[in-house]
């Protein structure tokens, strides 16, 4: 399944890879590779590790946390972070990530009969959606992209893969993906 290992390093390109806590677009705690934390407990459940490279405390990690939720949203990554900020190790951030993928990917073959047979393009374009969407929004929202999808009908997938909130790029990036398998599919 190489296409997970093609989606994490795009993911990574888009969403940022980011091992302090900060506060994304939407002003919710978040670490690694968009990895939102919901709650205090969630940050103190994975590994983060202090400046010596050492496991951070509980009270580190809430205290961290709490600092961070009270800044103001909408700043460059880098403005939430202090001398003193608990990291998660890459390693942690990358099993975190494939998780979430392999999560993502199961939802995709339950919705699609097909899936595993689609070309690799269209699944690298379907799993960007689906992180950035999240399952519910992608499914529901976004009715006449599920049927081209549902259909393998990728050239005209292409044309409805636009969302608000991510960038210009990335969505360029998701439609160039549904065109390649279109022409993948061709022949081409």
Known sequence: MAYLDDSIAELKI?????????????????????EMLATAARAQSLGFVDISNQPATADAILAEYQRVAALAAGKGKDFYRSPTSPTLPQ???????????????????????????????AKLGLLDMIFNLGPAKLFNTYPHFMGYVQNQDWANAATECYRNGPSAERNDWTKQQFLAAAEEIAGG
Do not use: S
């Open 14 to 34: 888009f969403e940022g890879n980011v091992p302090w806590m900060y506060l994304d677009t939407n002003g919710y705690v978040t670490v690694g590779v968009g």
């Open 91 to 121: 390693a942690t951030i990358d099993v975190i990530l494939l998780q979430h993928l392999i999560f993502f990917d199961g939802q995709l073959q339950q919705r699609f009969a097909k899936y595993p047979n689609f070309p690799d393009p």
